[in-house]
T-cell receptor, first 111, second 116 residues
Framework: GESVGLHLPTLSVQEGDNSIINCAYSNSASDYFIWYKQESGKGPQFIID?????DKRQGQRVTVLLNKTVKHLSLQIAATQPGDSAVYFC??????????FGTGTRLLVSP | GAVVSQHPSRVICKSGTSVKIECRSL??????MFWYRQFPKQSLMLMATSNEGSKATYEQGVEKDKFLINHASLTLSTLTVTSAHPEDSSFYICSARETTVSTEAFFGQGTRLTVV
């Protein structure tokens, strides 16, 4: 089913720490996953994606890990900065079907 | 990345009136556009999918006569909220995809609708 959150879980970290944001996805047939960053009052911004035939992908300061066995996705942000403060959503997709968004996690980075 | 522009970014309208939100792909042709609604502290919920020149496909529970979607060109889709009520107040976001087979969609900056 689709995920609808009533409130956002929050992850608070200090500047310079590494952050790990987790996501449990719902469809075992999903073959494409994306992490988005959403700042207050703005649309989602693409961060990184991964296909189901991979279990890890790295970008600049970010790494996405995919564990299909337990339907789990994580986003790791290295050396977190105050500008990383936002809400992070994972999204899953199967073939050409619609993107389904997770509930989101608010990341708060303290200087 | 490709740019998707939404207008207006904020709008306040009176209950019972209609309001139109525009979504434009600025540097690519969008075969498919998506409209989402996001309530505070919640995730994005897909309202409808529109392909250029075709009728929009609405998600279950979304009233097609209330949320009119037009995708008349490859660079413009509009969402019209008709006879708006306070419960329609929300953050509306569009996204655009270049082809029916491309995986990446680009998001607009969103429109905050407040119905008073």
């Amino acid at each position: 089913g689709e995920s609808v959150g009533l409130h956002l879980p929050t992850l608070s970290v200090q500047e310079g720490d590494n952050s790990i944001i987790n996501c449990a996805y719902s469809n075992s047939a999903s073959d494409y996953f994306i992490w988005y960053k959403q700042e207050s009052g703005k649309g989602p911004q693409f961060i990184i994606d991964i296909r189901s035939n991979m279990d890890k992908r790295q970008g600049q300061r970010v790494t996405v890990l995919l564990n299909k066995t337990v339907k789990h996705l994580s986003l790791q942000i290295a050396a977190t900065q105050p500008g990383d403060s936002a809400v992070y959503f994972c999204a899953e997709k199967f073939g050409f079907q619609k993107l389904v968004f997770g509930t989101g996690t608010r990341l708060l980075v303290s200087p | 990345g490709a740019v998707v522009s939404q207008h207006p970014s904020r709008v306040i309208c009176k209950s019972g009136t209609s309001v139109k939100i525009e979504c434009r792909s600025l540097d690519f042709q969008a075969t498919t556009m998506f409209w989402y609604r996001q309530f505070p502290k919640q995730s994005l919920m897909l309202m409808a999918t529109s392909n250029e020149g075709s009728k929009a496909t609405y998600e279950q529970g979304v009233e097609k006569d209330k949320f009119l979607i037009n995708h008349a060109s490859l660079t413009l889709s509009t969402l019209t909220v008709t006879s708006a009520h306070p419960e329609d107040s929300s953050f509306y976001i569009c996204s655009a995809r270049e082809t029916t087979v491309s995986t990446e969609a680009f998001f607009g900056q969103g429109t905050r609708l407040t119905v008073v």
